[in-house]
């Protein structure tokens, strides 16, 4: 009988366990396809919306790292010697 290790055992079951899971995916996509058909077709006024959040988010990012320069406190970069 073989005796394997603990740290064997635990990378045995882990994948195990991803081969369960890619095994359940895989099936899943096969019977059921046209449950991810339609994942990604929103209504012209939300991808309008979100679209709008976006570039509102982005602005406020722009603006916010124009106020702070956030390198300022590190000082000079350091060189080093050429030897």
């Not at 895989?26 to 019977?31: I, P, S, V």
């Amino acid at each position: 009988m073989v005796h394997l290790s603990t740290s064997a055992i635990i990378v045995i079951v882990i994948v195990a366990c991803l081969a369960a899971v890619s095994l359940g995916a895989a099936l899943f996509k096969q019977y059921y396809p046209e449950s991810s058909a339609g994942r990604f077709n929103y209504p012209r006024e939300q991808e309008l919306y979100m679209r709008s959040v976006r570039m509102n988010n982005m602005g406020h990012f722009r603006r916010e790292s124009m106020m702070k320069d956030v390198e300022m406190g590190y000082g000079p970069p350091m060189m080093s010697p050429r030897y």
